[in-house]
């Protein structure tokens, strides 16, 4: 059983599951995940598409959803249980379904845990207690698990084997139909529907704002695996700009920006893998935000300034998640090529920090070893 809630897990899930099935064709592998993950053969019982949000209060709105699919997979686990639970990110959930494999005998494995690190650090107790194993993607994340006794291996971050890079820049935008004496500004609204609501209205108006004050850009937006093009479609059509929505190729769009305009999550480290300016943004309910600021044990929210250990890119949280402010960030990204090729220089390191590489052919071979 398998629990990829998010995008970025039903990317690294599908390529992990291609990687097991080219070591052991006949392992079977179901439970929650999307369109990666069933192009490599997965049962899904649940879409990950349908439990994307973020936000504490936003979970709540979404509860009856949640809260089935939760107990969907527990029922499972108690009347036929798998070898293995796989759990990847997605921690509120995938603890709690945690207890129940405990319960049922069923081995755990968490693949790119809970950031016990950055805040709500006494979760590392139940991880200890609840799961068999930790495979995590950062060598500071060893360090700390092995420092509460907790068993743990680093495999290595997967977007280091993920990478797509072109040679040919002029050709892929061409392919995405961008005029070649204009510069390039990304758009990345997320992965889950609360955050197309809560933050594309500011992104599409930080793009407007941006035209207004300029004659030499253009925009393209990227849709997430967990969404439609109808989810953002209409967003567009309201602001009366043109923005190319391309589905399905991600790090072809990072590697055709120039700069990027993107929200908190695991799309800043790949961006930053490419070394492509960005902004970060993120906004979330204020009742939220009063909480999780208050929990948070780190100075940056951004993957890519907290890998690089220093604010490598700029980020504008909550209230400063503002369209004037984000021009601002973008204008001087675009005006100021020291800076736009410093700020590039620096994002490009982050790679050195993430390991050698192999970290898809690492959890595979991690779960064929724990199935054994």
Same mark, same amino acid.
């Given at each position: 059983?398998?629990?990829?809630?998010?995008?970025?897990?039903?990317?690294?899930?599908? #390529?992990?599951?291609?990687? @097991?099935? #080219?070591?052991?064709?006949?392992?079977?592998?179901?439970?929650?995940?999307?369109?990666n993950m069933r192009a490599e053969g997965f049962d899904t019982l649940v879409d990950s598409k349908d439990l994307a949000v &973020? /936000?504490?209060?936003?979970?709540?709105?979404?509860?009856? @959803?949640? $809260?089935?699919?939760?107990?969907?997979?527990?029922?499972?686990?108690?009347?036929?249980?798998?070898?293995?639970?796989?759990?990847?990110?997605?921690?509120?959930?995938?603890?709690?379904?945690? !207890?129940?494999?405990?319960? =049922? /005998?069923?081995?755990?494995?968490?693949?790119?845990?809970?950031?016990?690190?950055?805040?709500?650090?006494?979760?590392?107790?139940?991880?200890?207690?609840?799961?068999?194993?930790?495979?995590?993607?950062?060598?500071?994340? +060893?360090?700390?698990?092995?420092?509460?006794?907790?068993?743990? +291996? $680093?495999?290595?971050?997967?977007?280091?084997?993920?990478?797509?890079?072109?040679?040919?820049?002029? =050709? *892929?935008?061409? +392919? $995405?139909?961008?005029?070649?004496?204009?510069?390039?500004?990304?758009?990345?609204?997320?992965?889950?529907?609360?955050?197309?609501?809560?933050? *594309?209205?500011?992104?599409?108006?930080? =793009?407007?704002?941006?035209?207004?004050?300029?004659?030499?850009?253009? $925009?393209? *937006?990227?849709? =997430?695996?967990?969404?439609?093009?109808?989810?953002?479609?209409?967003? %567009?059509?309201?602001?009366?700009?043109? %923005?190319?929505?391309?589905?399905?190729?991600?790090? +072809?769009?990072?590697?055709?920006?120039?700069? %990027?305009?993107?929200?908190?999550?695991?799309?800043t480290l790949e961006i930053a893998l490419y070394g492509i300016p960005v902004v970060i943004i993120n906004k979330v309910s204020?009742?939220?935000?009063?909480?999780?600021?208050?929990?948070?044990?780190?100075?940056?929210?951004?993957?890519?300034?907290?890998?690089?250990?220093?604010?490598?890119?700029?980020?504008? %949280?909550?209230?400063?998640?503002?369209?004037?402010?984000?021009?601002?960030?973008?204008?001087?990204?675009?005006?100021?090529? @020291?800076?736009?090729? !410093?700020?590039?220089?620096?994002?490009?390191? &982050? !790679?050195?920090?993430?390991?050698?590489?192999g970290g898809i052919n690492n959890i595979a071979k991690l779960v064929i070893d724990m199935l054994a």
């Open positions: 059983m398998v629990i990829a809630g998010e995008a970025s897990a039903d990317l690294h899930a599908g #390529k992990m599951i291609h990687a @097991v099935h #080219k070591i052991d064709p006949s392992i079977t592998f179901f439970g929650i995940g999307g369109n &973020v /936000g504490l209060v936003e979970v709540l709105a979404h509860r009856k @959803v949640i $809260f089935g699919a939760l107990n969907q997979m527990r029922e499972i686990l108690l009347t036929n249980p798998p070898d293995l639970l796989l759990l990847i990110d997605y921690p509120d959930f995938n603890m709690r379904l945690a !207890k129940t494999a405990k319960e =049922a /005998g069923v081995k755990i494995l968490y693949y790119i845990g809970p950031q016990v690190w950055a805040w709500r650090q006494k979760r590392v107790y139940a991880i200890k207690e609840l799961v068999d194993t930790m495979a995590v993607v950062f060598p500071f994340e +060893e360090t700390f698990y092995k420092q509460h006794n907790v068993p743990v +291996e $680093f495999v290595g971050h997967p977007l280091t084997d993920e990478l797509e890079t072109t040679s040919d820049l002029a =050709a *892929l935008k061409k +392919e $995405f139909q961008l005029e070649t004496d204009k510069r390039v500004i990304g758009l990345f609204p997320g992965s889950r529907h609360s955050e197309i609501k809560r933050l *594309l209205p500011i992104i599409i108006e930080s =793009a407007k704002q941006l035209m207004q004050q300029r004659n030499d850009v253009q $925009f393209i *937006l990227p849709v =997430a695996s967990t969404l439609d093009k109808n989810d953002i479609l209409p967003h %567009i059509e309201q602001s009366n700009i043109p %923005i190319t929505v391309i589905e399905n190729h991600s790090h +072809e769009v990072i590697q055709s920006c120039d700069v %990027i305009i993107t929200v908190s999550g695991t799309v204020w009742l939220t935000y009063q909480i999780v600021s208050r929990m948070l044990k780190i100075p940056h929210i951004g993957l890519c300034n907290i890998v690089a250990g220093k604010k490598v890119t700029p980020e504008l %949280i909550q209230n400063k998640a503002k369209p004037a402010l984000i021009v601002a960030e973008i204008n001087k990204l675009l005006n100021d090529d @020291v800076y736009y090729n !410093k700020t590039r220089s620096e994002l490009l390191q &982050v !790679k050195e920090k993430l390991g050698g590489g």
